[in-house]
Antibody
Framework: QVTLRESGPALVKPTQTLTLTCSFS??????????VSWIRQPPGKALEWLAR???????YYSTSLRTRLTISKDTSKNQVVLSMTNMDPVDSASYYC???????????????WGQGTMVTVSS | SYELTQPPSVSVSPGQTASITCSGD??????ACWYQQKPGQSPVLVIH???KRPSGIPDRFSGSNSGNTATLTISGTQAMDEADYYC?????????FGGGTKLTVL
């Protein structure tokens, strides 16, 4: 059974750097085709993809947020870390990590999601 | 940047068929996924690779994708299907979500 759990601060101040950790079980990021993505959702608004890290160390970022994001993995701990710099109140959202799998046809889907963690940016 | 457009809301009577569309430039050349999100819960994948249902998803959920439009169809809609639905596709190694559609079963 695949499970993911996000952890990190519930409150950050403007201009600070947010660091979130996704701890997962039931799969390994050393397995070909396995990836982890981060997605966020401001209250009452739509989902927004942030970043993805792949089994082969590939890193992919949202075009609009690329300069602020860093994704990394620790395969020994089954963890993926997302850092977002220069936080602003508009970044207040629920942040989800999701197991992402590459299909035989090359498509990626967010198969299993964590419960999400709410982050508020306020002074 | 690539955009996916969904109707903000769709209404359906119980037992009827609901169709939710997702439009994007040459979307049919990409794979579309659909996610269901109920209030206070995390999204759940209901359709991937245009038409495939993950295990555990009822067969009343189906998908299609052609031209500029992907469609999620729910046959014999039940009250438990009331939720927000998001389409998603990949463009140039970046994932794009639609704005979401609130499905009301009344």
């Amino acid at each position: 059974q695949v499970t993911l759990r996000e952890s990190g601060p519930a409150l950050v101040k403007p201009t600070q750097t947010l660091t979130l950790t996704c701890s997962f079980s039931g799969f390994s990021l050393t397995t070909v085709g396995k990836c982890v993505s981060w997605i966020r959702q401001p209250p009452g608004k739509a989902l927004e993809w942030l970043a993805r890290i792949d089994w082969d160390d590939g890193e992919y970022y949202s075009t609009s947020l690329r300069t602020r994001l860093t994704i990394s993995k620790d395969t020994s701990k089954n963890q993926v870390v997302l850092s977002m710099t220069n936080m602003d109140p508009v970044d207040s959202a629920s942040y989800y990590c999701a197991q992402t799998s590459k299909s035989s046809t090359g498509d990626y889907a967010f198969h299993v999601w964590g419960q999400g963690t709410m982050v508020t940016v306020s002074s | 940047s690539y955009e996916l457009t969904q109707p903000p809301s769709v209404s359906v009577s119980p037992g009827q068929t609901a169709s939710i569309t997702c439009s994007g430039d040459k979307l049919g050349d990409k794979y579309a996924c659909w996610y269901q999100q109920k209030p206070g819960q995390s999204p759940v994948l209901v359709i991937h690779q245009d038409t495939k249902r993950p295990s555990g998803i009822p067969d009343r959920f189906s998908g299609s994708n052609s031209g500029n439009t992907a469609t999620l169809t729910i046959s014999g809609t039940q009250a438990m299907d009331e939720a927000d639905y998001y389409c998603q596709a990949w463009d140039s190694s970046t994932a794009v979500f639609g704005g979401g559609t609130k499905l009301t079963v009344l």
